[in-house]
Each structure stands twice: as C-alpha cells, then as structure tokens.
C-alpha cells in the first residue's frame, strides 16, 4: 500500500488538525465538522495528482485551451457516521462522483475493551472499472475499513482504490496496509502511536462521530 502522510510537510493542514484534537476548541462541533470537510479538500487535491488525466480542449470566448481533465469515473464512500463531513469536502471538488454510504459501528459484547464492528446500511453504486474513494476520518484498528471493503465487494471490482483518512494509529495502518493490494493508496493527516484499551487512538482526538454529531446511546 502506498502510505501518504501529509503530515510530513508542515502545511495549512496542521492548524486544522490541531484545531481538532485541541479539547476547547473541537467543543464547537461546527468548527469540528468544517475542520474535517477542510481536511476533506485538501486530501481530494493531494489525491487528484495521482488521478488519470486526458486531454481536452477548451472553447474559450477568444480562442481553445488545450488542457488535462481527470475522468469522471469516481465513486466516493464514506462511513457513517463521522465519515460525512470527510466526505461533504471531497465531495466539495470531485463534485461529479457517484456517492455510496455505509454504516459501520463497534458493537461491544461483554466488557467495553472488545467489540465487534456491525455492518447494516449500504447503498452503493456499480463499482466495475471505478476509481473508488473510500473515507472514514479514524483508522483505529483499521477493522471498520477492512469490513467495509468486504461489504462493498459484490458491487463490483475497482480500478483503483484511494483510502481517506485523517487520524489513523500505526497498528492500525499496519492492519490495513496487510489486508489491500500494493497498489492501493492510503491518504491520511497524521499516524499516531498506538491505540488505548478500548480502541481509542492515542493521542487522537477523542470520538470523532460524537465530536461531530453528539453523543449515541449504545445498544
Ligand atoms: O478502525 P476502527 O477500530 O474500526 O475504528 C474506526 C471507526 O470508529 C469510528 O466510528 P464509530 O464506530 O465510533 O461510529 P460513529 O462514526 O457512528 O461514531 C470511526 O469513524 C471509524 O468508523
Ligand atoms: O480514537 C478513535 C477511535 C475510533 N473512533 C474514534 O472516533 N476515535
Ligand atoms: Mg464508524
């Protein structure tokens, strides 16, 4: 797998990421939701160079441009629920993409430190021959997105695959790099550490879907 750590480049995208795990100011989870649809952007431009391009001309009003256009094949999935801001800022460039959402949640059995990750909704376009972009903003274990891809196989082979992500934790890139193809390309702002007891990557930012959304009942 391909590992793009944007974070090795200081660049605009450590204010957004710090504003994210800073515990004040990601209280305002309107910030918090923007925040992730910028990081979102800017992702979609850093994986755009990595796009096929082909050659097309313009009409302007005072004469024709000759330029490169990526193809319009790109199917954007992304998982509920913390996955819909990351997915409202890539949508937000590559505004063109056919659209697929899952759900993806960590049911806990007996005891909070093991769960297993459930795998309800899933509506999604053919995926034969397409770019497919897959985005979920925590890589924790990488399990969410190890089944995600699994649920998403009967609607047809990729021709190539982009993960999206925001924070992920190094076991868990570990996880994911072992379960997809070399050729596969993983997008991610920051790799952390490790992963606490109960699957929280650490430092982190915390819950990302309640951080965005509000807090769930568990069931
Ligand atoms: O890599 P993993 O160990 O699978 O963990 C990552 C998953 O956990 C979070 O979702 P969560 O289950 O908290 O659901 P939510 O988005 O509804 O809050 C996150 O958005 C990922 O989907
Ligand atoms: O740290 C984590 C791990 C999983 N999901 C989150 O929202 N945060
Ligand atoms: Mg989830």
Known sequence: ?????????PSILNTFMSELRDETIQKDSMR???NIERIGEIMGYELSKS???DAETI???LGKSETVLHRKDIVLCSILRAGVPLH?????YFDAAENAFISAYRQHKHDPESFEIIVEYLACPSLEGKTLILADP???????MVATFEALK???TPKAIHLVSVIGAQPGVDFVSKAFDQEVHL?????????NDKGYIIPGLGDAGDLAFGNKLQH
Do not use: C, V
């Not at 797998?1 to 480049?9: A, D, G, R, V, Y």
């Not at 925590?138 to 969410?144: I, K």
């Not at 997008?187 to 992963?195: C, M, R, S, T, V």
């Open 138 to 144: 925590m890589l924790a274990t990488g399990q969410s």
């Open 51 to 53: 796009l096929q391009y």
């Open 1 to 9: 797998m391909h590992i793009h750590n944007l974070s090795e480049t």
């Open 187 to 195: 997008w991610i702002a920051a790799i952390d550490e490790k992963l």
């Open 88 to 92: 409202d800022g890539l949508l937000n």
């Open 32 to 34: 918090f939701r923007r």
């Open 154 to 156: 009967p609607f047809g």
């Open 59 to 61: 009409q302007t009003p």
